[in-house]
């Protein structure tokens, strides 16, 4: 059992796995990523995406225009990841996190003044 404050572990899913979750073709899943509804890494080898950017078989509604915003500032793909899945002090949470919890408007605020 772990403690309260203590993050899951990261799921990344790699475009196989996508394909899956998603219920869509290959094809649709590269363009998904290349119109920015999703960032992957190949951090540890495959490309591979954080499951936390899925929501019910779907990316994250929320997330095209946060990343859109994070890659407009000069972040890499990687970084973008990172800042999304890192404490946010002024967000009191991870920006993943208040996404999740619909908080969009807020989370972009944040992102425009790390440009």
Known sequence: ???AGEAPALEWLTTPDLVEVLGEPLGR???LIAEQYLVGSTR????????????????????????IVLAD?????????????????????TPIAALLDGHKSSVRRVARTLA
């Open 44 to 67: 540890n080898g495959a490309f591979a995406v954080p499951s936390v950017f899925i929501v019910d078989g779907h990316p994250l509604a929320s997330l095209r225009g946060t990343i």
């Open 73 to 93: 500032a000069g972040f890499t793909d990687d970084e973008i990841i990172d800042w999304l899945l890192t404490e946010e002090e002024e967000l009191g949470r």
């Open 1 to 3: 059992m772990s403690d």
């Open 29 to 31: 899943v590269r363009r």
